[in-house]
């Protein structure tokens, strides 16, 4: 089983103790968002759990009971963007996120991070001019501590456009020009780029457009070979990402990103 933490909350960032409570208690309970009623329990053991995947502005809180969790293999995804406080307002200062991903590499090894630039909207601050200094600038300074990058542009959901109306989508035009662009960067830096749920044309670009957590990218972080049954497809029909087993609950994360899609 892989067991996902990042689609609903941030679970690291938040609610490490939690977590790791649950860990020592071997199980952990889910409702079901969408039919309330049903509350699925997971075992959290080695013997059941492949892998635990995060996905987290803020790995910090995480970091001092990582031993806690040393039994499990582990997948990480941190968020590292170029946005500013009315944007983020209560995302932790970007050198601080980025110090965070340098330990989280030192202790569950490089190949077990991948970073998310993520999502990449364009306003009149944040021009695709910005956005290429941004990434160029993170890159420089993440090279050899993640795996690779995942590049996703943003999707303006009803509640989106309402909590962030400035926001606007990025055209598939200029998404070319910057997915080519960052590939090229990612290549002076070691760092491969990745997309999920985006346009399929944009391998033409050089990035691999086959998803982000699909079962090749969880193999090559953990060092196993993961048996998928035939019947196990990824709920979202753009990715072959394998995802499903997702703990913790929306309206709970406290980062107030202008752009959430889960508050």
């Not at 892998?51 to 995480?62: D, E, G, Y």
């Not at 202790?107 to 909207?121: E, Q």
């Amino acid at each position: 089983m892989i067991l996902n933490t990042g689609c609903r909350t941030d679970i690291p960032a938040y609610y490490s103790e939690w977590f790791c409570n649950r860990v020592h208690d071997g199980y952990v309970l889910t409702r079901n968002p969408y039919t309330p009623e049903q509350v699925l329990r997971y075992r959290l053991d080695p013997e059941v759990v492949d892998i635990l995947c995060f996905c987290t502005k803020n790995p910090q809180p995480m970091l001092k009971r990582l031993s806690e969790l040393s039994r499990f293999r582990q997948f990480w995804f941190v968020t590292l963007t170029p946005y500013g406080k009315e944007i983020e307002p209560f995302v932790p200062d970007k050198s601080d996120v980025l110090e965070s991903i340098k330990k989280l590499s030192g202790i569950v090894g490089a190949k077990a991070v991948g970073w998310r630039y993520d999502p990449v909207f364009i306003t009149e601050k944040y021009s695709p001019e910005y956005h290429l200094r941004a990434f160029s600038e993170i890159a420089q300074a993440i090279s050899g501590y993640v795996n690779s990058c995942v590049v996703s542009f943003i999707d303006l959901y009803e509640k989106t456009k309402r909590n962030f109306p400035e926001a606007r989508a990025v055209p598939h035009k200029e998404q070319k020009r910057l997915i080519t662009e960052f590939v090229k960067i990612g290549r002076q830096y070691g760092i491969p780029i990745r997309t999920c749920c985006e346009n399929a044309a944009l391998a033409e670009c050089g990035a691999d457009v086959s998803g982000c957590m699909t079962k090749e990218v969880l193999e090559t972080a953990t060092d196993i070979s993961l048996s998928v049954p035939k019947s196990k497809k990824s709920p979202r029909a753009q990715c072959n990402c394998l995802l499903g087993a997702d703990i913790g609950m929306f309206n709970t994360c406290l980062h107030g990103c202008v752009y959430c899609y889960a508050n």
